[in-house]
T-cell receptor, first 111, second 112 residues
Framework: RKEVEQDPGPFNVPEGATVAFNCTYS??????FFWYRQDCRKEPKLLMS???SGNEDGRFTAQLNRASQYISLLIRDSKLSDSATYLC????????????FGKGTKLSVKP | DADVTQTPRNRITKTGKRIMLECSQT?????MYWYRQDPGLGLRLIYY???????NKGEISDGYSVSRQAQAKFSLSLESAIPNQTALYFC???????????FGPGTRLTVL
């Protein structure tokens, strides 16, 4: 299994739809996980941190399944402004505190 | 004002030239990172620094060097630029306690 793997998409959904992205990781010792959002040619921005089983922030919910080694991001009531690439991020191996970034899942929300 | 700044934002240079990309932060973070991003390859770590005296190679350090001039400043140098170093370069910072990284706006570098 790759260190972190995401479905590249693109996911094309209508406004108001619910969409979910999954991400699998290989390091079973990982403790903290993140979802970042990246707009075209812009810097990645932290969307959510996941330290336990999950986290919810408004329309966004992140869930962690340690047994199966995957994390998910659920977006409810999609907005046009949600169109972006979503990066799954997991801790790298060792004690360096480095992060491993997935290649991202592209979301396009249409009117 | 932005917490993490990068200069220049765009740069076009020629093969063989020496280039320096600069990163400054006002977040007070100890840890700083340099990444490059290429289409289809995602973010790849070039170098990272946990404090002024601690510099470490990342996944793809060949052809690059760095300098941590102060807690707030971390520079990336390409000693002799080559075309396959054309990419989007990001600087990032993180605190010692939390793993979340915060990114600068990026430098788009083109090597002709």
């Amino acid at each position: 299994r790759k260190e972190v793997e995401q479905d590249p998409g693109p996911f094309n959904v209508p406004e108001g739809a619910t969409v979910a992205f999954n991400c699998t990781y290989s390091n079973s010792a990982s403790q903290s996980f993140f979802w970042y959002r990246q707009d075209c040619r812009k810097e990645p921005k932290l969307l959510m941190s996941v330290y336990s089983s999950g986290n919810e922030d408004g329309r966004f919910t992140a869930q962690l399944n340690r047994a199966s080694q995957y994390i998910s991001l659920l977006i409810r009531d999609s907005k046009l402004s949600d169109s972006a690439t979503y990066l799954c991020v997991v801790p790298g191996g060792g004690s360096q505190g480095n992060l491993i970034f997935g290649k991202g899942t592209k979301l396009s929300v249409k009117p | 004002d932005a917490d993490v700044t990068q200069t220049p934002r765009n740069r076009i240079t020629k093969t063989g030239k020496r280039i320096m990309l600069e990163c400054s932060q006002t977040k007070g973070h100890d840890r700083m990172y340099w990444y490059r991003q290429d289409p289809g390859l995602g973010l790849r770590l070039i170098y990272y620094s946990f404090d002024v005296k601690d510099i470490n190679k990342g996944e793809i350090s060949d052809g690059y060097s760095v300098s941590r001039q102060a807690q707030a400043k971390f520079s990336l140098s390409l000693e002799s630029a080559i075309p396959n170093q054309t990419a989007l370069y990001f600087c990032a910072t993180a605190s010692r306690v939390y793993n979340e990284q915060f990114f600068g706006p990026g430098t788009r570098l083109t090597v002709l």
